[in-house]
């Protein structure tokens, strides 16, 4: 897969997507990243990339002509599977999603600032629109960052057996069980005896009872009660 990602603040995405499993789906060529400083196409002697919105109002709209340069730029380089745009007011982002994204080719990621972006390049350009959730960030490029991880992650051949993203929180609608390692006993707390008695079968009836409890209690939406 490959993620080409515009951005007027390029270096906040530097680290998230360049470590650990990131790193190593990186690293097997199953995945390549590519930011785009939005800068550099921006208009005047100061490479204006926003302006004040019509109507009035506080807080800056990316203007339309540098996001078209440079989504016209990369277009011509490849054909995209989606042009994403994440926004709060963006659908709600799911493991669902994520999912069906992680089964695409090539995606294209706009990072909004300040008030977001002209409504004319959604308009135009743009095929999803992502929220990470119900509270406002000040960019999205940490929305891009959350939509990259939890897409390379699971790309077949990056993690292996020992981290396997099919036992995963949500992955069958339901929060995971609870874990443990060394030591058996800790500060007079033990482990469930079930985790250490070898049987394979009795280990996962617990383990989808604890997962059930678990979403009963903390996610009953999960649930749809
Ligand atoms: Cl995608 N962007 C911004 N700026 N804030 C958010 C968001 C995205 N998702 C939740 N809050």
Redesign the pocket.
């Known amino acids: 897969m490959h993620i080409d990602i515009i951005s007027t603040v390029p270096e906040l995405l530097d680290s998230p997507l360049s470590h650990s499993i990131m790193q190593r789906a990186r690293d097997k060529n199953l995945l390549s990243i590519a930011v785009h400083d939005l800068r550099p196409f921006g208009l005047g002697r100061h490479n204006s990339v926003d302006d004040y919105q019509f109507g009035g109002g506080a807080g800056m709209v990316m203007r339309c002509e540098p996001l078209a340069a440079l989504i016209d730029e990369l277009r011509e380089q490849r054909d995209y599977d989606e042009i994403i745009?994440?926004?709060?007011d963006?659908e709600r982002?799911t493991q669902r999603r994520a999912n069906r994204l992680s089964l695409l080719g090539n995606l294209l990621l706009i990072?909004?600032?300040y008030k977001?972006i002209d409504e004319r390049i959604r308009e135009e350009y743009v095929t999803l629109e992502?929220?990470?959730?119900?509270?406002?960030?000040?960019?999205?490029e940490?929305?891009?960052a959350v939509?990259v991880d939890s897409i390379g992650r699971i790309l077949p051949g990056v993690i292996g057996d020992e981290t396997s993203a099919l036992t995963d929180t949500f992955q069958d609608d339901l929060l995971a069980p609870p874990v443990y390692t060394r030591p058996a006993e800790w500060r007079g707390r033990e482990v469930p005896d079930v985790l250490r008695s070898g049987n394979t079968g009795a280990i996962e009836e617990w383990r989808e009872e604890q997962a059930l409890q678990r979403t009963q209690e903390r996610r009953p939406d999960l649930l749809g009660e």
Do not use: E, F, N, Q
């Open positions: 745009y994440l926004t709060p963006g982002y990072c909004g600032h977001g992502i929220s990470i959730g119900d509270y406002v960030l000040s960019g999205g940490l929305a891009a939509v």
